[in-house]
């Protein structure tokens, strides 16, 4: 079963199988923003959405603290654009 967490003190989202990280979604705070630099998972969980589930967690986490979200990383910029449609 795979567990999201967020990581704040890491300045990311991370998916975890069994203890070991298999994806996670990273970013930077610059003022009052939080830029989204970085998805990945392991290639061997694609296609289960669990990059989705990444973006998607910092996005909530960032709103919650009242951060504008920059999504730098292209995944997380489609993810994120899909979103508002």
């Known amino acids: 079963m795979i567990q999201y967490v967020f ?8 998916a975890y199988n069994d203890g ?17 630099t970085h998805t990945e998972v392991q290639p061997e969980f694609g296609g289960r959405g669990i990059a989705r589930e990444l973006v998607m967690m910092v996005a909530r986490k960032a709103k919650e603290h009242g951060f504008t979200l920059v999504p730098v990383c292209s995944y997380a910029a489609k993810v994120l654009d899909q979103q508002q449609q």
């Open 7 to 14: 990581e704040g003190t890491k300045s990311r989202s991370a």
């Open 20 to 36: 070991q990280l298999i994806g996670l979604c990273q970013y930077q705070v610059e003022g009052d923003r939080w830029i989204i």
